[in-house]
Structures are given as structure tokens and as C-alpha cells.
């Protein structure tokens, strides 16, 4: 069973940076698209930003300019970097891997707080 890990989540001012990070606990083959998502409390879960294996990047606009998402395709690892954070871009930050096969991993989550 293959298991998605994430960590770099914390409490952070207004302004601050996080990196979080996504590995995944064995090999996955036939890896598609890598991803970000956030579940703020009373929402539902939203893309945050994804990378395809030719490094084509999509955000959502709130955070175009201030978040930049990478990927270690020999070490099935995904990235996000996250620069001028906003109170609003506080949640629980999900990990996604997709298949070519359209089979979909997720991580457990990781809380990312930003207040001040």
C-alpha cells in the first residue's frame, strides 16, 4: 500500500514562507499529474496547484505569483513553496498523485496555519 507523506505544514505570520513537501513511501509507476489541495474549516477541498510530468504548472488564481509548486520525478516527490501567506490560505494542505491510469493517492494532510 503505497502511502503518500507530508510535512513542512506550521504556524506562520502574515507574510511568512512555508515549504511542504509530499514523498511518497515506495515507488509509483506511470506517475501523471502531481498536486496541491486545501480544505480550509466549512469548505471543500480545492486544487491549489498541479504539475504535469513535462512541468506544465496550474494555480488557482489566489495564489498565481506568490506559490510555486515543483517536482523530483526520480524520487516521486512534490513540492510547494508558499511566499507572502495570507490568513486566507489557511487549511489542511493535501498531497495528490495521479496515474495515467486516472488511480488517485492522497496524503493525509497537513495543517498550514497563518495568523498572527
Known amino acids: 500500500q503505497v502511502q503518500l507523506v507530508e510535512s513542512g505544514g506550521n504556524l506562520v505570520q502574515p507574510g511568512g514562507s512555508l515549504r511542504l513537501s509530499c514523498a511518497a513511501s515506495?515507488?509509483?509507476?506511470?506517475?501523471?499529474?502531481m498536486g496541491w489541495y486545501r480544505q480550509a474549516p466549512g469548505k471543500q477541498r480545492g486544487m491549489v496547484a498541479t504539475i504535469t510530468p513535462a512541468g506544465s504548472r496550474h494555480y488557482v488564481d489566489s495564489v498565481k505569483g506568490r506559490f510555486t509548486i515543483s517536482r523530483d520525478n526520480a524520487k516521486n516527490t512534490v513540492f510547494l513553496q508558499m511566499n507572502s501567506l495570507q490568513p486566507e490560505d489557511t487549511a489542511v494542505y493535501y498531497c495528490n498523485i495521479r496515474n495515467w491510469a486516472g488511480y488517485e493517492y492522497w496524503g493525509q494532510g497537513t495543517q498550514v496555519t497563518v495568523s498572527s
Open positions: 515506495r515507488t509509483i509507476f506511470d506517475i501523471n499529474t
